[in-house]
């Protein structure tokens, strides 16, 4: 019987504890304030948009045999010169913009076109306006614009360095590709 008045004790004490719990818990919830927030946003999609705005000849004109065009996606210019003679130099000005609301930095400068050979002879080089040179990891904030400088220069050569070989000179046909990615 003892055994029995034990078990009943602890059934009473474990009720009231529950009792007393479901009390605070309900006592509380009717003494707190709902808090309730309302609002508005908008969320505006990224968009992601670099590309060549634009391009303008700025030396040796004359030389091209195709001028510099840049392709439908906005991101290649193909161009081909006709470097005949030494110190022939051709040069133009792109424009990359960044109508995109994601801010870009420079991944790598890629220029196609030019033999191991023709670049014995030929310097082709790709800096911004200034002079300086273009480098991963170059910023292009959202809505910026920053002007690329392409030079092509058959340079003098040493006597004893020319080639016999005719197809190292004349007609070049070239690319410019600067790739951009996510800041």
């Given at each position: 019987?003892?055994?029995?008045?034990?078990?009943?004790k602890?059934?009473?004490?474990l009720?009231?504890?529950?009792?007393?719990?479901?009390?605070?818990?309900?006592?509380?919830?009717?003494?707190?304030?709902?808090?309730?927030?309302?609002?508005?946003t908008?969320?505006r999609?990224?968009?992601w948009?670099?590309?060549?705005?634009?391009?303008?000849?700025?030396?040796?004109?004359?030389?091209?045999s195709?001028?510099?065009?840049?392709?439908?996606?906005?991101?290649?210019?193909?161009?081909?010169?006709?470097?005949?003679?030494?110190?022939?130099?051709?040069e133009?000005v792109?424009?990359?913009?960044?109508?995109?609301?994601?801010?870009?930095?420079?991944?790598?400068?890629?220029?196609?076109?030019?033999?191991?050979?023709?670049?014995?002879y030929?310097?082709?080089?790709v800096?911004?306006?200034?002079?300086?040179p273009?480098?991963?990891?170059?910023?292009l904030?959202?809505?910026?614009?920053?002007?690329?400088?392409?030079?092509?220069?058959?340079?003098q050569?040493?006597?004893?360095?020319?080639?016999?070989?005719?197809?190292?000179?004349?007609?070049?046909?070239?690319?410019?590709k600067?790739n951009?990615?996510?800041?």
């Amino acid at each position: 019987m003892k055994a029995k008045k034990t078990i009943r004790k602890r059934y009473i004490i474990l009720f009231i504890i529950l009792f007393l719990l479901l009390s605070v818990t309900v006592g509380y919830s009717t003494v707190t304030t709902n808090l309730i927030i309302k609002g508005i946003t908008n969320i505006r999609g990224n968009d992601w948009d670099i590309h060549f705005s634009s391009v303008k000849v700025t030396a040796g004109e004359e030389l091209a045999s195709l001028p510099p065009r840049i392709d439908n996606t906005g991101t290649i210019i193909d161009f081909a010169v006709d470097l005949a003679n030494q110190d022939d130099y051709y040069e133009f000005v792109v424009e990359v913009y960044n109508a995109g609301i994601i801010d870009a930095k420079v991944s790598d400068c890629i220029k196609l076109g030019l033999s191991a050979e023709q670049e014995d002879y030929i310097s082709y080089d790709v800096s911004y306006v200034d002079g300086t040179p273009i480098t991963p990891g170059d910023v292009l904030e959202a809505g910026d614009k920053v002007k690329i400088k392409v030079s092509i220069k058959y340079y003098q050569l040493i006597l004893a360095d020319v080639s016999t070989d005719d197809s190292l000179f004349g007609e070049v046909k070239l690319s410019l590709k600067v790739n951009y990615v996510q800041r």
